[in-house]
């Protein structure tokens, strides 16, 4: 029997390990090949479908919880309809916490870049527990997806 138990989580050990290295992968698995360059967006006046669809891709990232509605049901971060050029930790209805509460500053697209890139580097204290998004241009598609909403 005990070789069994070993054997059962040696098993559930392995497929933690995968889950983990797969997730390290996911914000550019998730981002696609057929997104333009940051520079080649930017060319453009309006928003590059292409770049739209990457960060919607992207925001899988977001969306166990956040909501894109202005109603967060039961998700446990703000709403994000609105978020750029919004104030921070203004979202009604919405629990913050004390270092969020504490800022005061406007989510521009700079400051949702800097945000994205690293939350806890931003604002100390903060209970948003995402890591991180690498890399400039999959943080300019998700914002750039933001912007829809």
């Known amino acids: 029997m005990k070789n ?5 989580l040696l098993a559930t050990a392995a497929l ?13 698995a998730l981002a696609g090949q057929d997104a333009p360059s940051g520079q080649e967006a930017a060319a453009s006046e309006s928003p590059d479908p292409q770049l739209l669809a990457r960060g919607k891709r992207l925001y899988i990232l977001c969306q166990a919880c956040h909501a ?10 703000p709403h994000l ?7 921070v930790a203004s979202a009604e209805g919405s629990v913050y916490s004390d270092a969020l509460r504490a800022e005061d500053f406007v989510w521009s697209e700079k ?11 931003m604002v100390p204290g903060t209970s948003m527990s995402f890591a991180g998004l690498p890399g400039d241009d999959l ?8 912007n829809t909403l």
Do not use: F, H, M
Request: proline share 7%; net charge neutral.
């Open 4 to 8: 069994s138990a070993d054997s059962r």
């Open 16 to 28: 933690c390990g995968s889950l983990l290295c797969g997730l390290a992968t996911l914000p550019t």
């Open 68 to 77: 894109t509605e202005a109603d967060p049901g039961d998700k446990i971060g």
């Open 81 to 87: 309809a609105g978020i750029v050029n919004r104030p």
């Open 111 to 121: 400051n949702l870049d800097v945000w994205l890139q690293r939350p806890a580097d």
């Open 139 to 146: 943080r300019k598609a998700l914002i750039a997806y933001l």
